[in-house]
C-alpha cells in the first residue's frame, strides 16, 4: 500500500470512523443523562406533593426512580461517557502522527524509511485502542 492510500483509506477513515462513534457516544451519554437529571430533579417535588392514599402522584414518583435506575443501569452497561473520551483520544493521537509525518517533525525529521515509522506508530495507536475497547468489553461482561 502507498502513503498516500495508507493515509485515505485507513487512517483518514479511521479519524472519521472514531469521531463519529465519538459523537455517537457523546449524544447518547448526554441523552441519559438528561433523563435521568430531569427524573430524579422531580422525585423530591412529587414526593412532597404526596399527602396520603394511593393517588397518581406516587405512581409517577416510583416510576421516575424506576427510570433513574434503568438510566444508571444503561450509562454503567454500555459506558458512553467512557467510550467517548477513548475514541477521542485515540483519533487525536492518530492525527497528531500524521500532522507530524506531514510535517517532516521530531521522529520523522529527515529520516529515511520514515513512512513506515509512521505505519508502524499508526497500528500501535490503532491496536491500542482496540486493546482498550475489549478491556472496556470485558469489564461490562464480566459479573460482580
Known amino acids: ?64 426512580s424506576v427510570i433513574i435506575t434503568i438510566c444508571e443501569g444503561i450509562l454503567a452497561l454500555y459506558k458512553y461517557q467512557e467510550l467517548r473520551l477513548q475514541y477521542r483520544s485515540t483519533a487525536e493521537m492518530l492525527r497528531k502522527e500524521k500532522l507530524l509525518f506531514l510535517a517532516s517533525a521530531e521522529k520523522y525529521e529527515n529520516q529515511e524509511g520514515s513512512f513506515k515509522l509512521f505505519v508502524i506508530e499508526a497500528e500501535s495507536i490503532l ?13 461490562v461482561d464480566k459479573p460482580k
Do not use: H
Open 1 to 64: 500500500m502507498d502513503q498516500e492510500k495508507y493515509l485515505t483509506e485507513r487512517v483518514d477513515e479511521q479519524i472519521e470512523w472514531l469521531e463519529k462513534k465519538a459523537a455517537f457516544n457523546q449524544l447518547r451519554f448526554n441523552r441519559v443523562r438528561m433523563v435521568q437529571l430531569l427524573s430524579s430533579a422531580c422525585v423530591p417535588f412529587l414526593v412532597a406533593m404526596i399527602s396520603g392514599g394511593d393517588g397518581p402522584v406516587k405512581w409517577v414518583a416510583g416510576g421516575l
Open 127 to 139: 491496536a491500542q485502542d482496540n486493546v482498550q475497547w475489549r478491556s472496556q468489553i470485558e469489564k
